[in-house]
């Protein structure tokens, strides 16, 4: 599904938002939350306002998640499975909230990386997202 030289483009992408993990992450939770209101249930224990300790925790933890998934890109399903696990029998994530997530993601992305966010690293990022969300929804069925 992805090239050597996507691949390689993938880590160093996730490499550089690691040190802003939690804007990273938080802005794109934000953007999910305003745009797609429903995927707010599954936070309502939480403090999901702009620039909240939850919100900015949280999204640190995906943008890490997300870094790790593409440092172990070769071995993805194994790399994942504890979340997978997680998401599907403790916190059922509908699948379908992955894929807005990763649209959201990418907005953010493209908005932080600027003319870095070529169409290239738009479509190595668009890949491997969707390739995460298909490992995370593995085991909701």
């Excluded at 550089?16 to 990273?24: C, D, Y």
């Excluded at 209101?37 to 943008?63: A, N, W």
Aim: charged fraction near 20%; include cysteine; hydrophobic fraction near 45%.
């Amino acid at each position: 599904m992805l090239s050597n030289t996507e691949k390689e483009l993938i880590v160093q992408i996730w490499d550089k938002m690691l040190p802003v993990a939690e804007e990273i992450g938080s802005e794109a939770l934000l953007r999910m939350f305003t745009t797609f209101p429903k995927t707010k249930t599954y936070f309502s224990h939480l403090d999901i306002s702009p620039r909240s300790e939850h919100l900015r925790c949280h999204g640190k933890k995906i943008v890490q998640a997300l870094a790790e998934g593409a440092r172990n890109i070769s071995t993805l399903t194994t790399t994942l499975a504890p979340l997978s696990r997680f998401h599907a029998y403790q916190l059922r994530i509908h699948p379908t909230n992955f894929k807005l997530f990763n649209h959201c993601i990418l907005v953010t992305l493209a908005c932080h990386m600027g003319e870095n966010f070529t169409p290239v690293a738009h479509a190595a990022i668009d890949k491997f997202l969707s390739a995460f969300s298909a490992v995370l929804a593995e085991k909701f069925r």
